[in-house]
């Protein structure tokens, strides 16, 4: 065992010493004494280990702790348990040891810990599930999942030191769970660290592109900000008002995404402006009679834009948000966004619910009921296990701080409800076949319809009838997460049975024609059907949406399609995954596949994901499907950044080639005012002058406008820009841009 050298028992007890000034919440002296019993515990307990970076172990949970107590705010228990967070995990120390040690709750924070743990390391489970299971311990105590996020911030931090591979699955993880994560509870400094540093290490060059940019563009912005705010400050001060100001910097991730989803330059973006204006209230006025002070100081000296006023003071946002946001006409003729908010806004805005409790501490027993209710919501959720992890975290934000209705069921038994909840949401908070079969509700001994608002005090009774069944309407007017769940699960329900009944129509099918359901027979089908796996096929087969009258004819070609092509995919070990087996593991992440445009029907071919629908020069990923088609997404596109995080065995890198050639199907949507001749000129632009096919014309007009969409064969982003650019120029043409998302 290497132990530590006597530098290194320095370095750690400096980095200790610099931790414990920095809890400023631990006041008495059991907050410290606590404290340093729990380095003590951790120090002795890693020593002599060392990360993959080669410093002493005790570093990280020290990282840890300081990120706890300086960028979340927690108290002293909190900072024991990020101290020790790793030590059931990784040393000989029990849970029995903690408890014998520290006491029943630490313990069981610790035990939250481990088992987080335990459960990201189990390499195929499904992230989803593991995201209930985190959000079940968070239901036991708030603190494990603080904890866990400033552990993943910090192993974030320090990425570098890890093998790319693990750097790619580890910084996929976080953009798809961490960071919507870190959103939902508020923690928006956190959260914008995780999503930079994840771009940082998942799309390096893009990354450094911007990074750069940026810093070559700061002088010029704070010119620019100092221009503006000067005036601002002059008169803020004049008042008397304590405040600081500050030109708000995007982040990298920020700029990236939207350049990416709204297809715009980085100057576009960034020349955007916006300051923050922070200040300490008077006491004994209303923050928010202060912010509509300063808001009307600040419009005495430059013109506001009155549709972009934003008043989250008056109503605060669902998870909290609390701010008064407008946008001015600044000195440089550029308008600039201007964010007010007091100190205890900032703070919430910055470290999340944390700190919205810190505020409440004042009356302790509120603050219980609120935990209590808040635990009692989510404990509901996860007893409802739904598929789709984003979603459920929607509707998990969505509960948040909402306040509650009482209402009385038909035998005056009391049932609490989320405000705003429905008579359906009451169907189903009853019994989940009570929902199921509701067809409408008296609400007062009246005849409501299911998509009626309660209120409080209102006695409700259910009307049902057994012919009933869930529509996908009925999810309009559900607001529980539980009614959505069970609504939802009803309709997967007949979703099976038309997969089930798919799959026994196709295989009948193949068995008349003497043809065995293979792998190599899919690969054939699935493209030829436009779809990406074979549930899809399946669901469509049953739906009746697609016949099998041409199947023969499919299975007899060799290569098909209409418009997806499907061209040679040229690995970069040089040989084609084998059958059957676990192929993607083989797949080397450093070396990109080329999209080449070459068309060779005996390479694995590669299908262009309906979700996004990527063109030559989109940032690209491949998935590679159970039936061993790569699917190219778009790099930014959710459903790709869900199966990084979920599949990451399965993704590879895929670059295009040359792609003159061949062309690829994009769709634009087009708004103008409508004249006469103006859809002549608009096709004789794109066909006869731009040289481009179209393949699809959809307009309407009403009322002077026109709007529809045109999809067209293009080779890459520069052709589809241009084109853009030249539609642009059309007399009465006033928008167009490209859709990510089309069906046929
Ligand atoms: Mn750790």
Known sequence: MSLQTPEEIQLIQSYFEDLLRSCTRCNSQDDVELIKKAFNLANEAHKGVRRKSGEPYILHPIAVAKIVTSEIGLGAKAVACALMHDVVEDTDYTIDDIERIFGKKIASIIDGLTKITDVFDANSTIQAENFRKILLTLADDIRVILIKLADRLHNMRTLESLPSTKQMKIASETIYLYAPLAHRLGLYAIKTELEDLSLKYRYPQVYEEIRSKIADNEKRRVQLINHFSLPIIQKLEENNIDFEISGRPKSVYSIWKKMQTKNVSFEEIYDLLAVRIVFNPYPHIPEKTQCWHIYSLITDIYKPKPDR?????STPKANGYEALHCTVMGP??????VQIRSRRMDDIAERGFAAHWRYKEMDATSQENELDKWIRRVREMLENPQENALEFLDEFKLNLFTSEIIVFTPKGETRSLPKGATALDFAYEIHTEIGNKAIGAKVNHKLVPLSYKLNTGDQVEIITAASQKPTWELLNFATTAKAKAAIKNALKGEAKNRIEKGQRMLEEKLLEMGIQPSSRVFKKILPAYEVTSKDELYAKIGAGLVSL?????????NTQSKWIKYWKLQLGFGSK????????AKFDMR???LLSNVADADNPPYLVAKCCNPIPGDDVIGYVSPDEIVIVHKAICAEAVRLMAQHGDRIVAAKWTSQKALSFLARIEVI???????ISELTKVISEELMVNIRKFHIESHDGIFEGFIDLYVHDVTHLNNLIMNIMRVKGIENVKRMDKFDD
């Open 549 to 557: 009258e041409n199947l023969k004819r499919i299975l007899k070609k």
């Open 591 to 593: 070396k990109p596949f």
């Open 577 to 584: 995954p084998e059958e059957e087996t676990d192929a993607p």
């Open 309 to 313: 006023l934003r008043d989250w003071v």
């Open 672 to 678: 103008g005012t409508d004249r006469m001749g103006i």
């Open 332 to 337: 440089d003729g550029k308008w600039v966004e």
